[in-house]
């Protein structure tokens, strides 16, 4: 079974900081699909960013990046120039490739609590 | 227009009473699911449907029934609630793998 590990349960950083988020897990498949999902006090979980792994190509969306090391099952989020509105619980998630996309399941890690100061 | 709509966004009961809470998606999307978070914040998945079939059964408790009448709708009953049911339960859609587009959560507690 797939596991995903988010070692740091609370960050704090001034705004317009830059900051990284970790994410670990552990799997034997070698192809899968890696996630960032943030959850803003409004509680609706909302999509952040997405990498395929067999991308080496790390994905950027913005002021989003990650940086993806597949033989360290390690996959990180840095926020750049940080804003009040990234304040929120983040999510690591996993998801098999699978041969039937729709069998496929996200596994969450634990969340970071990001908290953007003034 | 809301995408992903579930109602109620809160859901106050007694033990062994019997609830519902429905979803409805207008994305046109095929695939639907159920997702719990704990007290913790830990999400885990429960249950998905792909055009009004189950997929996903995750180990959950027969109390939870899904039911899928359209691809577009996907209900959770709960039935004889227990303390432990206590949570927030978000309903989702998805067309692309793990794409997934949530509603803003019911939070049910159980007195």
């Known amino acids: 079974a797939q596991t995903v590990t988010q070692s740091q349960p609370e960050m704090s950083v001034q705004e317009a900081e830059t900051v990284t988020l970790s994410c670990t897990y552990d799997?034997?498949?070698?192809?899968?699909?890696l996630f960032w999902y943030k959850q803003p006090p409004s509680r609706q979980m909302i999509l952040v960013i997405r990498q395929e792994a067999y991308k080496q190509q790390n994905a950027t969306e913005n002021r989003f990046s990650v940086n993806f090391q597949k033989a360290a099952k390690s996959f990180s989020l840095k926020i750049s120039d940080s804003q009040l509105g990234d304040t929120a619980m983040y999510f690591c998630a996993f998801m098999k490739h699978g041969p039937v996309a729709r069998a496929q399941k996200l596994v969450f890690g634990q969340g970071t609590r990001l908290t953007i100061n003034p | 227009d809301t995408a992903v709509s579930q109602t109620p966004k809160y859901l106050v009961t007694q033990m062994g009473n019997d609830k519902s809470i429905k979803c409805e998606q207008n994305?046109?999307?095929?695939?639907m699911y159920w997702y719990k978070q704990d007290s913790k914040k830990f999400l885990k998945i429960m249950f998905s449907y792909n055009n009004k079939e189950l997929i996903i059964n995750e180990t959950v408790p027969n109390r939870f029934s899904p039911k899928s009448p359209d691809k577009a709708h996907l209900n959770l009953h709960i039935n004889s609630l227990e303390l432990g049911d206590s949570a927030v339960y978000f309903c989702?859609?998805?067309?692309?793998?793990?794409?997934?587009?949530f509603g803003s959560g019911t939070q049910l507690s159980v007195l």
């Open positions: 799997t034997s498949e070698n192809n899968y699909y």
């Open positions: 994305l046109g999307h095929d695939t």
């Open positions: 989702a859609s998805s067309q692309v793998r793990g794409k997934l587009f």
